[in-house]
């Protein structure tokens, strides 16, 4: 078996509190959006699965996504502890992998900018489809204000191959308001907002800087 950055990374993941806590505006999510209507629940990049496993609690029909095995594997692990069930399903974010309007909600917090601008569109559009007419997409990705824009090699506009991510040789790409008024073909901006924080890792400060999107497939 061939381990990926993100296999080491989530190898060592235990000690790694920040990635079992839910963020709390995914958590207003289920507020806004009810099992009742918004049954069936996509988290795409899911981790070690704080999202998926809060979703199943509340009695979501969730399938997880990750390339990584390891993060996977302990989604499973922890959706068993909880007595939960979570539909784990390893696969790339940029590959067709659920049949159009399998979903009534996607969640993708952190993921899809690992790459190029153009891998980021695809797999927005893959989100698209994915969704029933009305479904809700909800996404997260580093603004170019963001402490990591500039840092590493660049390799193509607005990317870079990160020297000090919190996970080794990531590409990110940023974004700007009129990306993410791109990115949302063939749906209704509910809310795009920018969040930003300072936080520390090993007595370094760093800024982050993030779009948080909320966007609803139109109906045709
Ligand atoms: C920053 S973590 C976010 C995890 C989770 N969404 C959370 O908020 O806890 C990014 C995740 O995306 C996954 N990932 C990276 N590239 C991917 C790809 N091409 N396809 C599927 N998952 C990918 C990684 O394995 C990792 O679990």
């Given at each position: 078996?061939?381990?990926?950055?993100?296999?080491?990374?989530?190898?060592?993941?235990?000690?790694?509190?920040?990635?079992?806590?839910?963020?709390?505006?995914?958590?207003?999510?289920?507020?806004?959006?009810?099992?009742?209507?918004?049954?069936?629940?996509?988290?795409?990049?899911?981790?070690?699965?704080?999202?998926?496993?809060?979703?199943?609690?509340?009695?979501?029909?969730?399938?997880?996504?990750?390339?990584?095995?390891?993060?996977?594997?302990?989604?499973?692990?922890?959706?068993?502890?909880?007595?939960?069930?979570?539909?784990?399903?390893?696969?790339?974010?940029?590959?067709?992998?659920?049949?159009?309007?399998?979903?009534?909600?996607?969640?993708?917090y952190n993921v899809i900018y690992h790459g190029l601008r153009e891998e980021m569109v695809r797999a927005i559009n893959l989100c698209q489809k994915y969704l029933k007419p009305g479904g809700v997409l909800f996404l997260t990705c580093p603004t170019r204000d963001d402490g990591k824009y500039g840092d590493g090699e660049q390799i193509a506009p607005h990317t870079f191959l990160s020297e000090n991510s919190t996970h080794p040789d990531a590409v990110h790409y940023f974004s700007d308001s009129n990306d993410i008024d791109c990115f949302c073909t063939g749906f209704e901006v509910l809310s795009k907002k920018k969040r930003e924080y300072y936080w520390k890792q090993d007595d370094i400060v760093n800024f982050s800087s993030y779009w948080q999107l909320t966007a609803q497939k139109i109906e045709t």
């Open positions: 078996m061939e381990f990926s950055n993100w296999d080491i990374f989530w190898a060592g993941s235990e000690e790694k509190d920040y990635w079992k806590e839910p963020d709390p505006f995914v958590l207003e999510l289920i507020a806004s959006y009810p099992p009742e209507k918004f049954p069936r629940v996509l988290d795409l990049g899911c981790g070690m699965g704080r999202h998926a496993l809060v979703f199943a609690r509340h009695e979501y029909q969730v399938t997880a996504v990750d390339s990584s095995q390891i993060a996977l594997a302990q989604v499973e692990e922890r959706a068993k502890k909880m007595g939960v069930p979570v539909k784990n399903i390893p696969g790339d974010y940029r590959a067709p992998l659920f049949a159009d309007e399998s979903f009534d909600m996607v969640i993708c």
